[in-house]
């Protein structure tokens, strides 16, 4: 069961957008359309922003979008704000259970 | 609105077995449909799933860990519980219990605020 792959980092100035990239397997995100996203701001707990793909919880801003493609899943936030600041995980369902990314830094500028 | 709430000792021995038990509270356990899941971060690092389990106690573990691994649920306390046996140092984290989203949901949609647990030896 290995990790998903994210970039380490990610930068964007306020109102601008970024994505965060996920790439799995066919046996996790490419197989399932159960990739989820969570932000984590320092010392606080993760906190989900998109599941099943392209789903948002209730009270996520719809800046916050997700998509995939094949064995890659992507998180856009668009109009960047400074509390956007925070490290973002992908996650997915996969053959052996649940798996996630090793984590995105996004720095806003 | 579902709240957890992670316990258990912040320090373990090397070799003897981490025990941490998350207590539910604005829902029950027992709701059905949803799964119960533990999932730890090393210091400064990613997050990790460790397993899940359901109300009725259907299983499921990392595969790493899965043979030192036991998840446990008490409906009558409204808990459920980790067990991670031959610990080492490799085993200090921050522990987190979830639930998932909603039925049949496959991401983690409620969480604890996690708790600390050093291995020494």
């Known amino acids: 069961q290995s990790a998903l792959t994210q970039p380490a980092s990610v930068s964007g100035s306020p109102g601008q957008s970024i994505t965060i990239s996920c790439t799995g397997t066919s046996s996790d995100v490419g197989g399932y359309n159960y990739v989820s996203w969570y932000q984590q701001h320092p010392d606080k707990a993760p906190k989900l922003v998109i599941y099943e793909v392209t789903n948002r919880p209730s009270g996520v801003p719809d800046r916050f979008s997700g998509s995939k493609s094949g064995d890659t899943a992507s998180l856009t936030i668009s109009g960047l704000q400074t509390e956007d600041e925070a490290d973002y995980y992908c996650?997915?369902?996969?053959?052996?259970?649940?798996?996630f990314g090793g984590g995105t830094k996004l720095t806003v500028l | 609105q579902v709240q957890l709430q992670e316990s258990g000792p912040g320090l373990v021995k090397s070799s003897q077995t981490l025990s941490l038990t998350c207590t539910v509270s604005?829902?029950?356990?027992?709701?059905?449909?949803?799964?119960w899941s533990w999932i730890r971060q090393h210091p400064g690092k990613g997050l990790e799933w460790i397993g899940y389990i359901y109300y009725s106690g259907r299983t499921y573990y990392n595969p790493s860990l899965r043979s030192r691994l036991t998840i446990s649920v008490d409906t009558s306390k409204n808990q459920f519980s980790l067990k991670l046996s031959s610990v080492t140092a490799a085993d200090t984290a921050v522990y987190y219990c979830?639930?998932?989203?909603?039925?049949?949901?496959?991401?983690?949609?409620?969480w604890g605020q996690g708790t600390l647990v050093t291995v020494s030896s």
């Open positions: 604005g829902g029950s356990i027992s709701s059905g449909g949803h799964f």
């Open positions: 979830a639930r998932a989203h909603g039925y049949g949901d496959y991401c983690f949609g409620f």
């Open positions: 996650s997915s369902y996969s053959n052996s259970g649940m798996v």
